[in-house]
């Protein structure tokens, strides 16, 4: 079987990993490009968000270069994510591809239910359950590593010296990762990785802002869709949290761990899960909020139900907690310029909002 | 004498300002982009050195608009602002102690909210890209009557019509409905008004606290319908700067004014810079599946300046 699945950031080296050592061929869907996009659009209802038309594009790329099975998740809630698969089998179908689509409920949330499915990837190339249990283990560890060193070079970026350097390292990081086969290597990369973006020269006198990342999970994570949202804000000086990441279940270490305490955040401000990530962009908006963070920004794809109930509350969060709260639209026709400006701004006005705090600070404090 | 320089490179205008040292405007420009940014970037330069007298000095040069980039590469600048600082700067110096600033200008439209000086929060327009100005132009052309009558004729009106202002394309379908049904053309024109602004209201400036002062600037503020139909809407005074058209000019003006003041040099590459030859291209990078389009900018056919690189191989030159 040649394998593809939906790229999402960096997370297609731990897809590829797995899916080589179930013994398929892996076709690795190219980064999404205004190829794609251009593709999608074409082909998809005019009216779908996004993430679906680029996802549309990425298929057709995907089976052209010779891919045979298209793996993807469904969804659960009222958000229309979840008839996603179905609706992109139907038109790509209707293209003339010859293909099988398995749609997976989140995989890296439903664990059983995803080794259920599973079962037709394993049974053609003969793996046990007991070796899949073990190569899965190894593609959530290449997750984790990539997840951490992703994050640890949002931490950096603002302090590098030269601007973009970190950027390159990061890819450096990336093919590393990438080459690491066994659990070891895997552990060993993650170290070396570490050693290498550590080592961007860096100016840690610096004080960056901080800004928490907020949105519906697909333009949150594909850099492309976001316009490599914390690319740019890092190169503005400013060190990013975003409030997703595939591995974060299973973490504790950052700040917010369960879906549980986000869903209580939320509560004074809406009640019930209206799909998507609506709940989850107001809940990590006041966490944010409480933990000190300078701003919030929120990406939604243009016509994203939750997003937009969330976009309307927003507003009253900010102002309660104090805390600037920018909310960006993507669709196909966003410009890198537009949203380069609004960033630029938003950046002066949260410089500007510390620079008067501290001011009245010292005021008080007779300095 | 001694001067700065402030260029805002919009996608319909392209606006020069020279201030002195104490910032009073010396030199203001206004001219048409249309979609050749560097030569008119190469015109405006040749018309602000003319204007000046051959002793003055340019002591410092700041870049705002979306050809921030380009125009700052070319001419040298000091420093590039986004455009909704350069307003905020600019405005707060023009009409002391404002708090609120909306701005619609041939393609884009924006509010900024000040408090104590200190911009707190801004809006622009999303998605739709349907410039209020441009739409302007468009319709009394339709109505065959020059836009510089537009908003007087709009002030003549006794009763606006209701228009549909969704959007331009339903404001537009809406008022040729309305001609077809015999209103006159000032009831129609002051309609049209109070659609558009209603429009901005309920979507660049919704949720926003709109406090007094309130300044309105951008190529639109020149329309008196519209100023009437904010002033109606709102029920408070607006204000227009006198510079209206070229404020974000301006404010990158005061900025690199400020910009050199610490640094006391300037990488303004001189009137002479201007007069070069430049070109842009772009290309598409095979280096990997991202597929980047680099865009080059060439002058007297070496290349000074590259950029759109997502691994960032190419940002050096
Ligand atoms: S510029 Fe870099 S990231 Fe972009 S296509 Fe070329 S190699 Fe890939």
Redesign the pocket.
């Known amino acids: 079987m040649k394998v593809s699945f939906p790229r999402m950031g960096t997370s297609y080296i731990a897809f590829k990993h797995l899916i080589e050592h179930l013994g398929h061929e892996c076709v690795v869907p190219p980064a999404p490009s205004s190829k794609t996009l251009n593709l999608g659009v074409k082909y998809s209802p005019e009216f779908a968000c996004i993430p679906f038309k680029v996802l549309t594009g990425t298929y057709i790329e995907a089976l052209e270069m010779g891919a045979d099975t298209l793996i993807t998740s469904g969804g659960v809630g009222p958000c229309r994510a979840g008839l996603y698969g179905m609706l992109h089998q139907k038109i790509l179908k209707n293209l003339g591809y010859d293909f099988e689509m398995l749609v997976f409920e989140p995989p890296l949330l439903y664990l059983v239910d995803f080794v259920t499915k599973l079962r037709k990837i394993l049974k053609p190339a003969k793996i046990s359950w007991r070796r899949f249990y073990k190569e899965l283990k190894a593609a959530w560890q290449k997750l984790m590593v990539l997840d951490d060193v992703e994050i640890l070079s949002h931490q950096i970026r603002p302090y590098e010296l030269h601007k973009g350097s970190t950027t390159i390292a990061f ?1 450096k990081c990336l093919a590393l990762i990438d080459r690491a086969d066994s659990p070891d290597e895997i552990a060993r990369s993650k170290e070396e990785c570490i050693e290498i973006l550590n080592s961007v020269p860096q100016d840690k006198s610096r004080k960056p802002l901080r800004v928490g990342i907020i949105g519906e999970i697909y333009v949150v994570l594909e850099p492309f869709m976001n316009l490599e949202i914390e690319k740019t804000l890092g190169e503005l000086g400013v060190s990013t949290h975003r409030s997703i990441y595939l591995t974060q279940w299973a973490r504790n270490n950052t700040i917010i761990n369960t879906e549980g305490g986000i869903r209580k955040a939320a509560y004074p401000y809406l009640k019930r899960m209206i799909g998507g990530h609506g709940i989850n962009s107001l809940g990590e908006t006041v966490l944010y909020a409480k933990n000190g963070f300078d701003g919030v920004v929120q990406i939604a794809p243009f016509t994203c139900i939750p997003e937009i109930v969330a976009k309307s509350i927003l507003p009253r969060v900010s102002k309660d907690l104090n805390i600037p709260v920018l909310s960006l639209t993507i669709d196909e026709q966003t410009g890198k310029a537009g949203l380069q400006t609004r960033l630029e701004a938003f950046v002066d006005l949260l410089q500007q909002k510390r620079m008067m705090e501290e001011n009245v600070y010292a005021r008080f404090s007779g300095n | 004498m001694l001067g700065f320089l402030g260029i805002d490179v919009g996608s319909v205008s392209t606006n020069f300002v020279v201030i002195d040292a104490e910032s009073n405007i010396l030199v203001h420009l206004y001219l048409r982009t249309q979609g050749q940014p560097i030569r008119v970037l190469q015109e405006g330069m040749q018309l602000v050195k003319d204007s000046l007298p051959s002793t003055f000095t340019i002591a410092g040069v700041g870049t705002t608009g979306s050809g921030r980039i380009l125009a700052g590469v070319m001419i040298g600048a000091d420093v590039i602002k986004n455009e909704i600082t350069a307003h905020a700067v600019a405005t707060s110096f023009l009409v002391p102690e404002v708090q609120t600033i909306l701005e619609i200008g041939g393609q884009d439209s924006k509010i900024i909210i000040l408090r104590n000086g200190v911009v707190t929060d801004f809006a622009m327009n999303t998605v739709c890209a349907a410039g209020t100005g441009s739409f302007l132009d468009q319709q009394a052309a339709r109505l065959n009557i020059p836009i510089e009558n537009f908003g007087e004729i709009a002030l003549r009106s006794k009763n606006p019509v209701r228009i549909a202002g969704r959007c331009t394309v339903f404001a537009e379908s809406d008022m040729i409905h309305k001609q077809q049904m015999g209103h006159n053309v000032e009831d129609i024109i002051a309609g049209l008004c109070e659609a558009l602004v209603r429009n901005y209201l309920n979507n660049i400036g919704k949720g926003k606290e709109i406090l007094e002062p309130i300044a309105f600037q951008g190529g639109v503020a020149a329309n008196l319908g519209i100023r009437a139909a904010f002033e109606k809407a709102l029920n408070k005074k607006i204000i227009i700067p006198k510079y209206f058209n070229v404020m974000g000019a301006i404010g990158a003006a005061i900025l690199a004014k400020e910009e050199v003041k610490n640094r006391k040099t300037t990488s303004f590459r001189g009137f002479a810079a201007a007069e070069q030859e430049y070109q842009a291209s772009s290309f ?9 389009e ?1 865009i080059n900018i060439q002058m007297n056919r070496s290349i000074i300046a590259r950029w ?7 940002e050096h030159v």
Do not use: D, H, L, V
């Open positions: 890819n | 598409e990078c095979t280096g990997c599946s991202n597929a980047c680099i759109g690189s997502r691994c960032g191989k190419w």
